[in-house]
């Protein structure tokens, strides 16, 4: 799908159609007139006769524009040209955004833990009127917060969660993205954004295994990066995975990878409309209004003047 003077092209392979449609009315221009095809379909000789007798009429070449008109439409309706519903904001199941935030010891600590804070709160405000859900999560997950519109409640849930909220000890972003798998599942979200907001500790195949799955179900994993507190005060155990390990699960899950301080890129993400979201697929038509149906109607009228009766 690209788009092309304000208009999306939800088929855009079927642009080739055109320079196609263009050579078939050029030969079919060439060819039009007179009797066309039927001096090599008749012996010269008869055709002549036919016309000595008065038998054989000249054509005058109308239906070739006509039938190139008509081509032309069809190939234009196949591309596909559609704008975006005004309405799409209205479908609360078409998307919704899961923010998963880290809890764990290293980043409840970390001078940067009420920064996260704020950047989930920004990243939601960046969601326009998507519902947003919050899961806590540190040795194991939770949902604090029911997919919601209410910002202002959302606010108040983020900014009483702190290091004591999740009892179990620990990191385990496998378990926060299997949890915000099945609210998306329960929910029937068709196209959903996870975003994981921890220092990278935890990151494991099984996590991995969590974005592929999210990314397949038509979903997409982002992350942003919170420095953990000093080594120094930090208790003993794995150190976190960092930076380079939520870059590679960003990737797996079809998303983006950020530092909390800067968010413009996972905000640019979360700031498309639903069209742009959704693209080409089954729920296109929730999201574009196709404008190839049209052009399909108007086509049929150069191509039923292929069948007028002459004097």
């Known amino acids: 799908m690209i788009e092309v003077f304000g208009l999306a092209l939800l088929r855009p392979w079927w642009i080739l159609g055109l320079p196609v449609a263009a050579l078939a009315m050029l030969a079919a221009i060439r060819r039009a007139g007179g009797v066309g095809d039927w001096r090599r379909a008749v012996d010269p000789h008869l055709l002549e006769a036919l016309t000595r ?14 039938a190139a008109a008509g081509s032309a439409l069809i190939a234009l309706a196949l591309v596909g040209p559609a704008a975006e519903r005004s309405q799409t904001a209205s479908f609360r199941n078409l998307d919704t955004i899961i923010i998963a935030l880290d809890l764990s010891r290293s980043v409840a600590d ?3 833990f009420r920064d996260a804070k704020i950047a989930a709160l920004e990243a939601a405000e960046a969601g326009g009127s998507r519902q947003v859900a919050v899961i806590a999560f540190a040795g194991d997950a939770y949902l604090v917060s029911p997919p919601t519109t209410d910002r202002k409640g959302l606010e108040t849930t983020l900014f009483s969660l702190d290091g ?25 979200v068709v196209s ?3 975003i994981l907001i921890t220092d990278g500790g ?3 195949e099984g996590a991995r295994n969590e974005a592929r799955a999210l990314a397949n179900e038509g979903h997409a994993v982002h992350a942003l990066y919170v420095a953990p507190k000093a080594p120094s005060a930090a208790p003993p155990g794995p150190k976190p995975a960092g930076r380079p390990e939520l870059d590679a699960l960003a990737s797996i899950g079809g998303g983006t990878a950020s530092d909390i301080e800067q968010l413009a890129p996972v905000e640019d993400r979360l700031a498309r409309g639903a069209a742009q979201r959704l693209g080409p697929g089954a729920y296109a038509s929730l ?25």
Do not use: C, H, N
């Open 110 to 112: 970390s001078p940067q």
């Open 53 to 66: 007798r008065g038998a054989v009429v000249a054509g005058k070449g109308g239906g070739a524009a006509f």
């Open 164 to 188: 004591g909220a999740v009892p179990d000890l620990g990191s385990a972003p496998t378990r926060a993205l299997a949890l915000a798998r099945k609210t998306l599942t329960d929910a029937e």
């Open 202 to 204: 935890g990151i494991d």
């Open 287 to 311: 999201a574009w209004y196709d404008f190839g149906r049209w052009l399909l109607f108007a086509a049929a009228f150069p191509l039923l003047m292929l069948f007028r009766r002459g004097a």
């Open 192 to 194: 959903g954004d996870v």
